[in-house]
């Protein structure tokens, strides 16, 4: 067994913590042989439901499972952490103006961004799973003066997985079949799910649907899945959620397989025409635990039009919320 590191997740006690942290103690984001300690953050008044939680995690004896700390200090959840799943968020309530969304949700991630700033290790590894969740890294980020801004990434692999899902029913693979697939920009309706790259059995996946399904049936459903599991659930996506922030944290840790790449929710740097100042959808590699963007993808007109629609989403989110930025 290795030495254990120090995994913080927010929001512990809400129902993707729920799904989350049992299977980061069981070693399934960074293996059989890491053991982890958990620090675990919630607002106050969780904190006797957080209790429970961690009732159950020892009564797990997960032979990974090295510690947990249990509170709801900020400073004492991020002290010395190797990775943060920041999960807790202010939902939108009903009624709820965008412009309150953000600002709610700048009380919280703002704090976070200077605590881990002042707490975590270096390299600390940090998601965001809580929503608007790119333009919450993104506070965090920017209140993080002392860290590589790298260290701030936003949850769409869940919409990736989704992707692939809708996709592998469509053309009756399996989901392991398909490399390539990317998600572009916001964890929003706005995102979009890029096949052009994708493969299906080394073949293109773009060859093996009809465009019409691509454009009026892939790209919505993908787009509005949260919505729909809403629906039919009443709660939103939780298990998904918490499965995808895994694949994201584990491939960030761990690397992508040859040949294949991940979308991640990253800082742009200018690639593929989005200018620096967003957190933005991409597809990546990552090897030894830095994430590198895939280059030299052709971009057509009808791709173009979309990344534009997402990056100018992300820009008006991320002007409501400039104010909360710490000076660099
Ligand atoms: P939930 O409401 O069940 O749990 C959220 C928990 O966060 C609650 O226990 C709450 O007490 C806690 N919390 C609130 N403020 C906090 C703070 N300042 N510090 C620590 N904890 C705090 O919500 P659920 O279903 O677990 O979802 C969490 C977030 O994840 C939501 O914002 C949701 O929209 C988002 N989400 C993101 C997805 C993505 O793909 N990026 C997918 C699904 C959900």
């Excluded at 709820?96 to 590894?125: C, S």
């Excluded at 869940?158 to 469509?170: C, F, I, M, P």
Aim: aromatic fraction near 6%.
């Amino acid at each position: 067994m290795k030495t254990p590191v120090r995994v913080a997740v927010t929001g512990a006690a809400g129902q993707i913590g729920y799904a989350l942290l049992f299977r980061i103690a069981a070693g399934d984001m960074l293996g059989p042989d890491q053991p982890v300690i958990l620090h675990l953050l919630e607002i106050t008044p969780a904190l006797p439901a957080l209790q429970g939680v961690v009732m159950e995690l020892n009564d797990c004896a997960f032979p990974t499972l090295a510690g947990v700390v249990a509170t709801d200090d900020v400073n004492v959840a991020f002290k010395d952490v190797d990775y943060a799943l920041l999960v807790g968020a202010r939902p939108r309530g009903p009624g709820m103006e965008r412009k309150d969304l953000l600002e709610a949700n700048g009380a919280i991630f703002a704090p976070q961004g200077k605590a881990l700033n002042d707490h975590a290790k270096r390299d600390v590894k940090v998601l965001v799973v809580g929503n608007p969740a790119n333009t919450n890294a993104l506070i965090a980020q920017q209140n993080a003066p002392d860290l590589d801004p790298n260290c701030f990434t936003a949850m769409v692999r869940l919409d990736h997985n989704r992707a692939l899902s809708q996709l592998a029913e469509k053309t009756g693979a399996h989901t392991t079949d398909i490399k390539r697939m990317t998600i572009w920009g916001n964890h929003s309706s706005t995102q979009y799910p890029d096949i052009h790259h994708a493969t299906i059995k080394g073949r293109p996946a773009i060859d093996a649907v009809d465009g019409a399904w691509y454009k009026d049936t892939f790209i919505p459903t993908v787009q509005q899945r949260g919505a729909a599991i809403i629906k039919a659930r009443g709660a939103s996506s939780a298990a998904s959620a918490a499965s995808a922030a895994i694949d994201h944290m584990r491939d960030w840790a761990r690397g992508t397989a040859d040949g294949d790449w991940v979308s991640m929710g990253i800082p742009s740097d200018g690639s593929y025409g989005i200018r620096p100042g967003v957190i933005y959808g991409y597809p990546v590699t990552i090897k030894d635990g830095r994430f590198t963007i895939v280059q030299g993808l052709e971009i057509g007109t009808f791709s173009r039009e979309r990344m534009d629609a997402t990056d100018k989403e992300l820009r008006e989110e991320r002007a409501g919320v400039e104010h909360l930025f710490a000076q660099r």
